[in-house]
C-alpha cells in the first residue's frame, strides 16, 4: 500500500518550453503532495506544499509563477515548469501525506534535463 | 527552499560490519525524524521513523537515536550488506509548517 507514482519518469525538453510533472497516489487519498528538487550529489529542497483544492505554499526563493502547482484532486498533483531554463535541469521528487500524519510517501522522481 | 545542499560525505565500510550515519538537526522544535534510504536515480525509501517523545528505536538490522540535547540523529545498520549501499538522509519534521527538511545526507559504500 500506500504507492506514489510520477510521470514521466524523464523528460528532455528544449530551452523556453514547459513541462508537466504528474504526481499520483496510487491506492490512498493525499491530502497533502509535497513536491522537492534534488540537483546531483546534493540533498532534497522542499519547493511547495500542495493541499487539495487550494493554492499551494511556495519555499522562500521557490518563484511561483515559474513552477505551477495544481492538485486538482485527492489523488493527483502536477508540477509545471514553464519557460524552463538549463539550470532548471533537476530531479523532481514529489511526496503525499494522508490528512495530519506525519509519514509522507514518496515518488519514484522525474529526472528533468533542459538542452 | 530550506535544506542544507552539501555535498555529500561518504562512509566506507566492510561487509559484515556495522554502519554508523550521523546526522545533526536543526531545529529544537522538530518532534518527528525519519532516516531514508535513496538508491541511484530513485526516490527516498523509508528507512525507520522516530518520535522526540523517544531516544531509541530499533527495526530490522536498523537502529535509530536520538539526542535531543545535541540535536543529533544517528542510525545503525547492523551486519552491512552490499545491497545497503546508498545515500542516506535524515528529515526532520518542522512543527511550524508540518513540513520535512531533509539534511545534507551521506553516502554509504559498502566493501566486499
Known amino acids: 500500500g500506500a504507492v506514489v507514482s510520477q510521470h514521466p519518469s524523464r523528460v528532455i525538453c528544449k530551452s523556453g518550453t514547459s513541462v508537466k510533472i504528474e504526481c499520483r497516489s496510487l491506492?490512498?487519498?493525499?491530502?497533502?503532495m509535497f513536491w522537492y528538487r534534488q540537483f546531483p550529489k546534493q540533498s532534497l529542497m522542499l519547493m511547495a506544499t500542495?493541499?487539495?483544492?487550494?493554492?499551494?505554499?511556495?519555499e522562500q526563493g521557490v518563484e511561483k509563477d515559474k513552477f505551477l502547482i495544481n492538485h486538482a484532486s485527492l489523488t493527483l498533483s502536477t508540477l509545471t515548469v514553464t519557460s524552463a531554463h538549463p539550470e532548471d535541469s533537476s530531479f523532481y521528487i514529489c511526496?503525499?501525506?494522508?490528512?495530519?500524519?506525519?509519514?509522507?510517501?514518496f515518488g519514484p522522481g522525474t529526472r528533468l534535463t533542459v538542452t | 527552499g530550506e535544506s542544507v545542499g552539501l555535498h555529500l560525505p561518504t562512509l566506507s565500510v566492510q561487509e559484515g560490519d556495522n554502519s554508523i550515519i550521523n546526522c545533526a538537526y536543526s531545529?529544537?522544535?522538530?518532534?518527528?525524524f525519519i532516516w531514508y534510504k535513496q538508491e541511484s536515480g530513485k526516490g527516498p525509501q523509508f528507512i525507520i521513523d522516530?518520535?522526540?517523545?523517544?531516544d531509541k528505536r530499533q527495526g530490522q538490522r536498523v537502529t535509530v537515536l536520538l539526542n535531543k540535547t545535541v540535536k543529533h540523529l544517528s542510525l545503525q545498520i547492523a551486519a552491512t550488506q552490499p545491497g545497503d549501499s546508498a545515500v542516506y538522509f535524515c528529515?526532520?519534521?518542522?512543527?511550524?509548517?508540518?513540513?520535512?527538511?531533509f539534511g545534507a545526507g551521506t553516502i554509504l559504500r559498502v566493501k566486499s
Open positions: 528529515a526532520e519534521n518542522r512543527v511550524d509548517g508540518n513540513k520535512l527538511v
Open positions: 491506492d490512498f487519498q493525499a491530502t497533502t
Open positions: 531545529n529544537s522544535a522538530s518532534d518527528y
Open positions: 522516530i518520535r522526540s517523545n523517544m
Open positions: 500542495s493541499n487539495e483544492g487550494s493554492k499551494a505554499t511556495y
Open positions: 511526496s503525499a501525506r494522508v490528512g495530519a500524519g506525519y509519514e509522507q510517501y
